[in-house]
Structures are given as structure tokens and as C-alpha cells.
Nanobody, 126 residues
Framework: QVQLVESGGGLVQAGDSLRLSCAASVRTSSDYRMALAWFRQAPGKEREFVAVINWSGGSTTYADFVKGRFTISRDNAKNMVYLQMNNLKPEDTAVYYC?????????????????WGQGTQVTVSS
């Protein structure tokens, strides 16, 4: 069982930066070997993949629309995963979710993730 709690969302202007955090609680040592990802869901749209990082933090994958602007990272000593978002655009407005998948790979599909946080709202004004 893994519990995820996101924080760091808010209202910013276009061009600003924001860092999202996700605290992961794990129960066994094997839970550390999990991929951690960020997804987002805008009003009226389906939830979509943003970025994923593998369990060691040595490999990442990004959606095309955030490449060069967002950076995912993790600190396994603190059981945290972060999403640094720079040069935010109004179209980045969404609820951002942290998700965990018990895999050594870096899945981008929703259904690969068993554990989800409650989400944190990011609103970017123009």
C-alpha cells in the first residue's frame, strides 16, 4: 500500500514557475522500487501523462508538451517526488496528480498506475 500526497499548487501568471511536491508513504522496502509520475487533468478533458521517473531517479520521460519546461526529480531518502514547472502557460492549468507504479520501467499509461494522490490545482492566468 502506497499513499501519495501532493502539494505546491496555486495561482500563477503565464511565464512564472511553480514546484509541485508529492510525499510517498511506503510500507515495505520493495515499495521503494516504484516508478513515480505526474499526470494532469484539465476541466472537461481526460487525464493525461506529464512525466515519469524510474525508481533510482536515473531515467525520466516527458510528454512532448512539457519538454524543456518541466523537470521531474525524486529524493528516495525523503520519499518525495517533485515537478519543477517553468515558463508556465495558461494551457497548463489543470489538477496535477502524483501516481505510483510498482515497476522498474517508466510507464506512461494511466492504467499502469495503481496508486494516486488527491491532486493539487494549478491555475495559470494569461
Amino acid at each position: 500500500q502506497v499513499q501519495l500526497v501532493e502539494s505546491g499548487g496555486g495561482l500563477v501568471q503565464a511565464g512564472d514557475s511553480l514546484r509541485l511536491s508529492c510525499a510517498a508513504s511506503v510500507r515495505t522496502s520493495s515499495d521503494y522500487r516504484m516508478a513515480l509520475a505526474w499526470f494532469r487533468q484539465a476541466p472537461g478533458k481526460e487525464r493525461e501523462f506529464v512525466a515519469v521517473i524510474n525508481w533510482s531517479g536515473g531515467s525520466t520521460t516527458y510528454a512532448d508538451f512539457v519538454k524543456g519546461r518541466f523537470t521531474i526529480s525524486r529524493d528516495n531518502a525523503k520519499n518525495m517526488v517533485y515537478l519543477q514547472m517553468n515558463n508556465l502557460k495558461p494551457e497548463d492549468t489543470a489538477v496535477y496528480y502524483c501516481a505510483a507504479s510498482m515497476t522498474s520501467s517508466q510507464p506512461m499509461g494511466l492504467f499502469a498506475y495503481r496508486y494516486w494522490g488527491q491532486g493539487t490545482q494549478v491555475t495559470v492566468s494569461s
